[in-house]
């Protein structure tokens, strides 16, 4: 019973850390893993290892709680080639997550601190619309990037964000792309991590507690719309992720430095 209680507290917090990250991402259309994981990894609540597991479950309820609340149009063919890519990176980001959790724990803090960081630079400074749509290529690329950071951390974001906000193309349909993308990412990894036996009992508690949490928020949201501002809404989860990435940063410098 005391072992119990002792782990009550820590999944209470993250439970919370998974409230905000989630109704981040209704307001943002990205960046669910990318809040999760730093604040987890602030609170110094679980690993990354487990906290990116759990995460890539949950974008998946995400994901699908979503496409249910809002029925539409899935872009399979914008995307494909984006989702091919980030297939060979999902599997190139898991290796290096095998290598370097072995031996450079404050290296993977450091590197997710300049991904969040490098997402809030991303988000507030996105530039102007491209004339016309990207070829397959750029698709590709930018997905093969983006599946490396999801391997990683379950955080595909920064990458196809920064690429999927420049086109010349609806904003719900760049929302509904980017959680196709992130969704896939994610059953990619879990089909990878699962039966390699790099899925915890502790990842799998955190993602079992938190899922309510999700399916609940997302559709109070779809409800409940905000009526904030996109600008005021863009440097508000701007300035979350710029904060959270920089305390990993320097937590991970000062650590470094002493060992």
């Known amino acids: 019973m005391q072992e119990v209680l002792s782990q009550a507290g820590p ?9 905000l990250a989630t109704y981040a991402q209704n307001l943002t259309g990205f960046a669910f893993s990318l809040i999760l994981l730093g604040l987890v990894s602030v609170f110094h609540i679980a690993s990354v290892s487990d906290t ?6 949950l974008s998946l309820i995400n994901a699908w709680t979503y496409f249910r609340a809002r029925p539409g149009v899935v872009p399979w063919q914008l995307m494909k080639p984006a989702l091919n890519g980030s297939t060979v990176g999902v599997i190139v980001g898991l290796m290096l997550l095998t290598w370097l959790s ?3 724990v404050n290296w993977l803090r450091g590197l997710l601190g300049v991904s969040i960081l490098g997402c809030a630079v991303l988000l507030v400074l ?6 016309v749509v990207s070829g397959r290529t750029s698709f590709a690329v930018i997905g093969g ?7 990683l951390f379950s955080s ?10 420049r086109q010349p193309l609806d904003r719900e349909l760049v929302r509904r792309a980017l959680l196709l993308m992130f969704a896939f990412n994610s059953l990619v990894r879990l089909v990878i991590v699962v039966p390699t036996g790099h899925f915890s009992w502790h990842a799998a508690l955190l993602a079992g507690c938190a899922m309510p949490v999700v399916y609940g928020v997302t ?3 779809h409800r409940l719309p905000n009526k904030l ?12 992720l710029a904060a959270a990435g920089s305390t990993l940063i320097a937590s991970a410098w000062v650590a470094i430095a002493h060992g």
């Open 11 to 19: 999944v209470l917090v993250f439970m919370a850390c998974v409230a």
């Open 52 to 57: 990116a597991n759990a995460a890539t479950v």
């Open 102 to 104: 072995g031996g450079a």
């Open 126 to 131: 996105q530039g102007k619309p491209l004339p």
């Open 145 to 151: 990037l983006s599946g490396v950071l999801g391997g």
């Open 156 to 165: 595909s974001g920064p990458p196809i964000v920064f690429h999927m906000y």
């Open 219 to 221: 559709r109070v949201h």
């Open 229 to 240: 501002r996109p600008r005021t809404l863009k440097w508000l989860v701007g300035g979350l």
